[in-house]
């Protein structure tokens, strides 16, 4: 569309054209000019009307709709409107607004802002419904947009509209924070911030050495900050609009936000009850909107405040939530769409939590959801089916499927009953093959949290041929790497020990695939294949272990255990413990690893800050110790293993501290001259110290530990372990052993 000259009526007659028209946004976002045209009615008056006709607010209101219009729906006017700097023009708009300026203006332009930067917020992600893809030059561009609103400057533009009196702007406001809000450092950003006013007044009302929530019991920090303290008022308000985008912000600033959700469970100042009790009575709300807005802030509340807390989730108010997932869920009437709103919901309630995942499937919830999984999904696979599906079906499935797989993680008895009693196998099968991403991934996700039951990889993953089939998607190049990477945690589990697929596997070129996923610049990708490679070594036989190695090479595997990246250290590590789980393993990697570079490796493991790191290496020592007299010897060849062991069997947790002291047992009961060594070393005190200590004696440990002092947790097993060594120590006879 050509427009020459800018009026009220062509700009309406513009918008019209666009609504739903995505030739229509492509054409006029591809008009360079008449995009700079309109960024130039949004300034302010009398400048930038020259080649305009009409009344100046008009024409502003009006060019703020018709960018609006265009923000969604097309990467290229998406990326137009990035580069023509519209969202400095919507702030420095907002910025110049008068007292006598028109309600119409501001709110139009707060609207503007909203959708052109949640526009923006969806491509950075983390999208909030499901997976999006977009080019990587957008994406590019995108972040550098976001991270530009959220700068001091620009907050300080538009968080104070949201004290605005016009509730038009209010809502827009607080709609942006939901929709924009998407990482810790934004969060952070919007709930420090404080108008110029109480900045000042916090400020002054503080001598230098306290904080500023200690000034007084009613200041911000101590209800979430100045944004969350208007948030909360606007939820009393008997605006169901406003409610909502209420809803919507609070959700988005408390979501993995511990501090904001705290000070959401705990009575405020003059007010009648707590904030979260506000919230979850909006779970009732007569508005299908205000109750699942609600639920989705309560979910996020909830799993925030009990973070730190692991088993402190307050149940009672969790029913609330799950009240109404049931309800939307089991209605014939509801929409789509709202029904997508509620599985994710379910999904931020329920996610990384085995309590609250079987207090779902023991509610009934996840019935429900397999059987809409099943319900939306034919069977039959035909091209009629996917060119023709909605696409809020399609988003609809990617819900269900993922919030099966968050539900299904832990507990082999919900696993069973996905598979073998709702029979959803099926289902994630010709979903597997679809050309969605996000139903792919989903499906791949879901068959990850299956593949975890045993029972289920030898009988329903093996008989349908499905785990085959994610294999054939595993191996596709060209696939997008998200689903190459659901893909990779399955594929962990399909070649444990206990699983027949793995010789397939195997022989069908898992390795060669692997060792590409190990090259990748994605560190996450690096981790699942070296984890893919772990448990292809567990319990395996010697022609499996070469097989790996000749792909892997010795030189690089030395090379990933000293990895600036403690993941890629622990699963090198867990490699070589596996390599050396019985006698042939353990001279495997003594014939392939020189025996310096072997005891940095071990040092450096045992050394390591990371938990997982140390427990690995001290399960590798053990399998050492129960090879020849020769690679038991290599232990004490070398002093500073013999350190390093000792400092960490006073440090380190009980199921790390254990194999160690299982080494000390196998070494001197293989040789009880070692006894001076461990004696030197500081060992034998330290185990008579365990052994006093879960007798009910708290003692320091000798100089010389990273912390000096032993652990005071329960750790009967180990001293078990240490009792055994001293046993052997204070009751043999040398000359019995020579």
């Known amino acids: 569309m050509t427009v020459r000259t800018i009026t009220t009526s062509t700009l309406k007659a513009l918008k019209n054209s ?52 265009i923000s969604y729906g097309s990467e290229v006017a998406l990326v137009s409107l990035i580069r023509a700097n519209v969202l400095h023009a919507f702030l420095l708009a907002l910025s110049n607004i008068k007292p006598h300026d028109p309600v119409q203006l501001k709110s139009a332009l707060a609207r503007g802002l909203r959708v052109l930067s949640t526009a923006i917020a969806e491509v950075v992600g983390p999208s909030q419904l499901g997976l999006k893809t977009w080019s990587p030059d957008l994406r590019s561009e995108a972040k550098v947009a976001l991270s530009y609103l959220f700068e001091f400057d620009c907050l300080n533009i538009f968080l104070p509209l949201l004290a605005d009196p016009s509730s038009q702007t209010n809502i827009a406001i607080a709609q942006l924070i939901s929709t924009t809000v998407r990482c810790e450092a934004h969060r952070n950003a919007v709930t420090e911030w404080l108008p110029p006013a109480e900045r000042s007044k916090e400020i002054k009302g503080r001598r230098g050495w306290e904080k500023k929530e200690m000034v007084n019991s009613s200041s911000s920090a101590r209800q979430g900050g100045w944004v969350v303290r208007l948030l909360v008022n606007f939820l009393q308000k008997k605006d169901l609009k406003l409610q909502e985008a209420a809803l919507g912000a609070i959700s988005s600033l408390a979501m993995e936000n511990t501090a904001v959700a705290s000070t959401l469970t705990r009575a405020w100042p003059d007010a009648v009850d707590t904030p979260l009790n506000i919230v979850l009575n909006l779970t009732k709300s007569r508005s299908t909107d205000v109750q699942l807005t609600a639920s989705l802030c309560a979910a996020h509340v909830l799993r925030a405040n009990a973070s730190h807390h692991p088993g402190s989730i307050d149940y009672s108010a969790a029913l609330n939530v799950i009240h109404v997932v049931n309800r939307v869920l089991s209605s014939s009437s509801e929409t789509p769409q709202n029904k997508i709103k509620i599985c994710y919901t379910l999904y931020h309630l329920v996610k990384d939590d085995k309590d ?36 809020s079906t399609l988003a609809l499935r990617e819900a269900t499927l993922t919030v099966i797989a968050a539900i299904s993680l832990f507990d082999n008895n919900i696993r069973r009953e996905v598979a073998d009693d709702l029979h959803l196998v099926p289902t994630i099968q010709v979903s597997l093959s679809h050309k969605n991403i996000g139903v792919r991934h989903a499906a791949c996700t879901c068959l990850r949290a299956l593949s975890r039951a045993v029972s289920i990889i030898r009988t329903n993953i093996v008989d349908s041929k499905i785990g085959m089939e994610l294999f054939a998607i595993f191996k596709k190049e060209d696939e997008d790497p998200r689903v190459t990477y659901a893909a990779l945690n399955t594929i962990c589990n399909l070649v444990n020990d206990f699983s027949p697929l793995r010789p397939k596997l195997l022989d069908q070129g898992l390795l060669p695939r692997l060792m590409q996923l190990l090259a990748s610049d994605d560190m996450n990708m690096r981790v699942g294949a070296l984890w893919a490679m772990r448990n292809t070594l567990r319990t395996s036989d010697p022609s499996t272990r070469q097989t790996v190695m000749t792909h892997l090479c010795w030189p690089r595997l030395v090379t990933l255990c000293n990895d600036s990246n403690l993941e890629i250290q622990e699963q090198a590590m867990s490699i070589l413990r596996n390599l050396a789980e019985d006698e042939e393993g353990v001279d495997y990697v003594f014939e392939s690893i020189d025996t310096e570079t072997l005891a940095n490796c071990i040092t450096s493991g045992l050394e390591s800050s990371n938990e997982d790191v140390t427990h690995h290496t001290a399960c590798f020592l053990a399998n050492i110790a129960n090879g020849s007299r020769e690679e038991q010897d290599f232990i004490f060849a070398h002093t500073h293993i013999i ?44 185990l008579r110290h365990m052994c006093d200590w879960t007798a009910g004696v708290s003692v320091s440990m000798s100089p010389g530990g990273r912390h000096h002092r032993i652990r005071m947790d329960d750790d ?23």
């Open 18 to 69: 666009v609504i739903g028209n995505p030739a229509a946004k492509l054409a006029l976002a591809q008009d360079t000019a008449l995009i700079h045209l309109l960024v130039n009615c949004l300034k302010p008056p009398p400048t930038s009307y020259a080649d305009t006709q009409g009344s100046p607010d008009d024409i502003r209101i009006e060019a703020a709709h018709v960018i609006a219009s």
């Open 356 to 391: 609250l995942c079987r207090e779902v499937y023991e509610r009934g919830t996840l019935e429900k959801v397999v059987l809409l999984a099943k319900h939306i999904t034919p069977l039959e696979r035909t091209s009629e089916w996917e060119e023709d599906e909605p696409e």
């Open 716 to 738: 009967k097993e180990a001293a078990k372990l240490a009792r055994s060594v001293l046993d052997v120590l204070e009751h043999s006879n040398i000359g019995d052993l020579l």
């Open 643 to 686: 350190h390093a062991m000792h400092d960490c069997m006073t440090d380190a947790k009980s199921d790390t501290r254990c194999p160690l002291i299982s080494c000390i047992l196998s070494l001197v009961q293989s040789n009880i001259r070692r006894k001076h060594e461990l004696t030197e070393a500081g060992i034998t005190s330290t």
